[in-house]
């Protein structure tokens, strides 16, 4: 009997807290959408009453559409270069036990140890002691350096679930090197190189600290605009593009998971 009144505690205990955290994450979410549809002139919730006037004045913010299509640019950058150094990097350290492959790996993590803004001054110094004026260029490159290790990391648990025998059998039938990673190492890990790329894409075109210091001033990213408006007059239309952004996040998530398993490849 106190057994089963110690296991039904428990498992009571741990369903109060997931409910709280589930709120946690999901209730600022919601009021953001709740109110973006306001029909009054100030972030209010909940809001005197509803309506799309945001959501067309958005047709008329260029700025904000300016600092998105940089946001883009960069990320998508980022991304590109992301996946190819992040694959090949995974690749090397997957196939290698040797202490160097372990140092290797560190030495691509750290970017998410280090703290983000330290990060970001650290990078900002490095490429003035090169020379090297802020611009569209330092800004991808900061971008891909905080980028890479998701697609590391995401790379080596693909290739940790390959079966080596597949490699095996693939050079006993007289297959080079390149078409056995063509033909079968590609295809098996291109899953987990896509959900590496989604993380690192999403990472970059929501990355404040780094943008904050390595962009120039003709270089407005999304993230730091928004927080400027919201700073300086708590515009609406912050909210309507917050819920632009939350629905085309969740979107890509639902494509994701549709063709890679994303949930999956986090577990």
């Known amino acids: 009997m106190r057994r089963d009144w110690e296991a039904f505690s428990f498992?009571?205990?741990?369903?109060?807290?997931?409910?709280?955290?589930?709120?946690?994450?999901?209730?600022?979410?919601?009021?953001?959408?709740?109110?973006?549809?306001?029909?009054?002139?100030?972030?209010?919730?909940?809001p005197p009453g509803y309506s799309l006037r945001w959501y067309v004045a958005l047709w008329d913010a260029w700025q904000l559409h300016f600092a998105?299509?940089?946001?883009?640019?960069?990320?998508?950058?980022?991304t590109f270069l992301s996946v190819v150094l992040g694959t090949l990097a995974g690749l090397g350290i997957s196939r290698s036990s040797r202490l160097s492959a372990k140092l290797m790996d560190g030495l691509f993590m750290s970017p998410l140890i280090l703290p983000a803004l330290a990060f970001g001054?650290?990078?900002?110094?490095?490429?003035?002691?090169?020379?090297?004026?802020?611009?569209?260029?330092?800004?991808?490159?900061?971008?891909?350096?905080?980028?890479?290790?998701?697609?590391?990391?995401?790379?080596?648990?693909?290739?940790?679930?390959?079966?080596?025998t597949l490699l095996e059998c693939s050079a006993s039938l007289g297959a080079g090197k390149v078409y056995t990673f063509r033909r079968i190492t590609l295809p098996l890990i291109r899953p987990g190189i896509l959900a590496g790329g989604f993380i690192a894409f999403m990472s970059s075109f929501?990355?404040?600290?780094?943008?904050?210091?390595?962009?120039?001033?003709?270089?407005?990213?999304l993230p730091i605009r928004m927080w400027q408006d919201l700073e300086g007059k708590l515009d609406v239309t912050i909210a309507a593009l917050s819920g632009v952004l939350i629905v085309f996040t969740i979107a890509l998530i639902?494509?994701?998971?549709?063709?890679?398993?994303?949930?999956?490849?986090?577990?």
């Open 121 to 164: 001054l650290s990078s900002l110094m490095f490429f003035s002691a090169l020379g090297l004026p802020v611009s569209p260029l330092t800004l991808i490159i900061g971008h891909t350096v905080v980028c890479v290790p998701y697609v590391v990391r995401n790379t080596v648990a693909a290739l940790s679930q390959l079966d080596p």
């Open 68 to 78: 998105a299509m940089n946001s883009l640019k960069v990320a998508a950058w980022a």
């Open 206 to 221: 929501d990355n404040v600290p780094v943008s904050l210091f390595l962009r120039d001033a003709a270089t407005d990213m």
């Open 11 to 46: 498992h009571l205990a741990i369903g109060v807290i997931a409910v709280l955290a589930l709120i946690l994450l999901v209730a600022p979410t919601a009021i953001v959408l709740i109110v973006s549809f306001t029909s009054g002139f100030s972030l209010r919730f909940p």
């Open 254 to 267: 639902m494509v994701m998971e549709r063709f890679t398993g994303l949930s999956r490849r986090l577990a």
